[in-house]
C-alpha cells in the first residue's frame, strides 16, 4: 500500500521559513493529486494546499502568497514552501494523496483524500 511520509518541521520565529517535503513509497496513480493539511490542538484539520497531475494548485485564503506547493514526480516528492510564517500557522502538518484529479470543488476536503502520512509539527513563536 502506498505510504507517505513527512519531514522538515520544526520550530521558528515568525517571518522565518520552513520547507516541508512528502516522500511516497512509490508513484502510482494513487498520487495523481496531493495536499497538505494542517490540525493544531483542539481545531479540525483543514486544507492548506493543494496540487494535481496537471500542476494545478489551489491555496487556502490564510496561506495564499505566502506558501508555495509543488512536487518532484521523479522523487516521488511534494514539497510546501512556507514563508513570512505566523504564530497561527502552529499546527501538526499532514500530507494526503489520492487517485482523483483534485479541483477547486475537491482539493479542500479532507474525506477526499485516501492515503495520509503521519504528520510533521510546525511552531511558530514570535
Known amino acids: 500500500a502506498l505510504q507517505l511520509v513527512e519531514s522538515g518541521g520544526g520550530s521558528v520565529q515568525a517571518g522565518g521559513s520552513l520547507r516541508l517535503s512528502c516522500t511516497a513509497s512509490m508513484y502510482t496513480s494513487d498520487t495523481t493529486s496531493m495536499a497538505w493539511f494542517r490540525q493544531a490542538p483542539g481545531t479540525e484539520r483543514e486544507a492548506v494546499a493543494g496540487i494535481n497531475d496537471r500542476s494545478d494548485t489551489f491555496y487556502a485564503d490564510s496561506v495564499k502568497g505566502r506558501f508555495i506547493i509543488s512536487r518532484d514526480n521523479a522523487k516521488n516528492t511534494l514539497f510546501l514552501q512556507m514563508n513570512s510564517l505566523k504564530p497561527e500557522d502552529t499546527a501538526m502538518y499532514y500530507c494526503?494523496?489520492?487517485?482523483?484529479?483534485?479541483?477547486?470543488?475537491?482539493?479542500?476536503?479532507?474525506?477526499?483524500?485516501?492515503?495520509w502520512g503521519q504528520g510533521t509539527q510546525v511552531t511558530v513563536s514570535w
Open positions: 494526503a494523496a489520492d487517485q482523483g484529479v483534485a479541483r477547486i470543488n475537491t482539493w479542500y476536503r479532507r474525506t477526499w483524500y485516501a492515503y
